[in-house]
């Protein structure tokens, strides 16, 4: 089998409502998201959706993947999909770093392996663990009595696990810490994302004046330095997310004991191939993960329940679908959605299950083809 052709499509996700995290220094009104088709000689097609949280977030942006893919395309064309090791290692010698660009050709090329072979991508990552996957909320900062409103809103849909977004002034940061945390349901699962705001004092100011408080806190420093530093002087658990991106950085995390659990987020890894090999760190190391899409539609969000539903329920504390945040939807009531309590699973077609429909994306922006 070969990769004869290479599409890419482009669409712009409004959010519902504007979104702000880091302490209310990042607002995000719209995602740019895109959509890669492989198409292939033996007359199988595979799709994945690339879409960084904006530009400000990450150092990724939608049409630095597009760029990349005019790189990508002509070395993977000729190519048989099926052999993602090798797909992975001409993409590190055509381009290396840049690894969310790398993401949807990655995932595209699991989609193809999972029809050639007719099974789901999460039976090829070792099989599905039957326990449903808890979504988390995304609750954007603001005050108290306003974030509790929006969890209240995501109770409604059924969620138990709330990923509140803090980082602003200390003081306040406090005050929400412990207003949300009073009150908690029973069952529900709340944690901290900080999104890399605080500086290391800070972190343990917070930290240690809401001690005697039950609580995860996920990437409360820029980097892993300052994150080990913090988690030395303080005793919640520690979660990893923007500084987790190699198999180098999940061995550190690991090894030095920086934290006790990874969102391992799959466009910012470089997709299924990589993050499989993150998973299987975790697990050996006794880290629980979240997995989860930076951003994007039901595509993205999809892809990724593959990769959670690989992971025992004891290690996997969720995930997040970013598609209700979003105003479009590629691909109507088709693939990971929320089941109505809250929680999620990977499709049991071959693949990943969903694709979009062409013409909600309308006419590609980019088509590479063979010469012959
Ligand atoms: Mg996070």
């Not at 990655?106 to 392996?113: M, Q």
């Not at 908690?184 to 901290?192: A, I, L, N, T, Y």
């Not at 930076?294 to 329920?313: F, K, M, N, W």
Request: net charge negative; hydrophobic share 40%.
């Amino acid at each position: 089998m070969k990769i004869t052709r290479v599409s890419l499509f482009q669409m712009t996700l409004h959010l519902k409502k504007p979104y702000r995290l880091s302490g209310g220094r990042l607002l995000f009104e719209k995602l740019d998201s895109t959509f890669l088709r492989l198409d292939t000689d033996e007359g199988l097609s595979g799709w994945a959706e690339a879409c960084p949280w904006g530009h400000t977030y990450l150092p990724a942006h939608g049409a630095g993947i597009r760029a990349a893919a005019e790189l990508f395309a002509p070395a993977l064309i000729g190519m048989d999909p099926r052999r993602l090791e090798h797909i992975n290692r001409v993409m590190d010698l055509t381009l290396p770093g840049h690894l969310y660009a790398k993401q949807p050709f990655d995932t595209a090329c699991w989609d193809i392996l999972g029809q050639a072979t007719g099974l789901p991508i999460v039976e090829l990552l070792g099989g599905r663990y039957e326990e449903p996957i808890p979504i988390a909320s995304s609750i954007s900062t603001d005050t108290p009595d306003g974030m509790l409103a929006d969890i209240d809103a995501y109770r409604a849909l059924g969620y138990t696990t709330h990923s509140i977004k803090v980082g602003a002034d200390i003081g306040l940061d406090i005050e929400r810490i412990r207003f949300l945390k009073q009150n908690e349901k029973p069952g529900e699962f709340m944690f901290f994302d900080v999104n890399r705001a605080w500086t290391p004092s800070e972190a343990i100011s917070v930290m240690n004046a809401v001690a005697e408080i039950p609580a995860t806190f996920e990437q409360p420093c820029e980097t892993l330095e300052q994150c080990a530093h913090v988690r030395r002087l303080t005793r919640q658990p520690i979660s990893l997310d923007e500084r987790l991106e190699t198999e180098g950085d999940m061995q550190r995390i690991a090894s030095e004991g920086i934290g006790e659990v990874v969102n391992i987020k799959l466009n910012r890894v470089g997709g299924l191939t990589r993050a499989r090999r993150l998973r299987d760190i975790a697990m050996a190391n006794g880290i629980k993960m979240l997995v989860m899409a930076t951003g994007g539609s039901v595509l993205a969000d999809t892809e990724v329940q593959h990769l959670a539903q690989s992971i025992p329920r004891e290690m996997r504390l969720g995930t997040w679908l970013c598609q209700e945040m979003l105003v479009e939807d590629p691909a109507p009531g088709r693939g990971s959605r929320n089941d109505g309590a809250g929680n999620s699973a990977a499709p049991d077609a071959p693949g990943i299950g969903v694709a979009p429909d062409l013409d909600v994306l309308g006419e590609p922006v980019a088509v590479y083809e063979s010469a012959a």
